[in-house]
Nanobody, 126 residues
C-alpha cells in the first residue's frame, strides 16, 4: 500500500503563496490518482483539487480555482499543490489522498482504496 507524507504548510499572511508537497512510498505512485483535501476547525472535510494518474487531467474546487495548481512528478513520487493569493478562509489542515482514479479522487466520500496522509497545517493571517 502507498504511504503519504505531506509537507510545506505554515503560517503566512493573506496574499502569500505556499507550495504543499505529498511524497508517496510503497506501491507504484503512478497507479494512483491523487487529491488534496482540507478541513477547517468545526467544518467538514472538503476537496481542494485532484489530478489523474498521468497528470493530464485535473479538477479544482470553485473556492481555489484560479489561485491553485495541482501537479505531480511520477519520477519523484510526489504531488504538489501550489496555492497563491491565500486568504484567511484557506486556513485548514491539508491532506493528500491516493485513490483509484480521478473521479474517485475528486470527491470527499472515500473509496475502500483511498489512502490518506497525516495532514499539514496551513494558517493564513489577515
Amino acid at each position: 500500500q502507498v504511504q503519504l507524507v505531506e509537507s510545506g504548510g505554515g503560517l503566512v499572511q493573506a496574499g502569500a503563496s505556499l507550495r504543499l508537497s505529498c511524497a508517496a512510498s510503497g506501491r507504484t505512485f503512478s497507479s494512483y490518482a491523487m487529491g488534496w483535501f482540507r478541513q477547517a476547525p468545526g467544518k467538514e472535510r472538503e476537496v481542494v483539487a485532484a489530478i489523474s494518474r498521468s497528470g493530464l487531467s485535473t479538477y479544482y474546487a470553485d473556492s481555489v480555482k484560479g489561485r491553485s495548481t495541482i501537479s505531480r512528478d511520477n519520477a519523484k513520487n510526489t504531488v504538489y499543490l501550489q496555492m497563491n493569493s491565500l486568504k484567511p478562509e484557506d486556513t485548514a489542515v491539508y491532506y493528500c489522498a491516493a485513490d483509484r482514479d480521478l473521479r474517485a479522487a475528486m470527491v470527499v466520500t472515500a473509496t475502500p482504496q483511498r489512502r490518506w496522509g497525516q495532514g499539514t497545517q496551513v494558517t493564513v493571517s489577515s
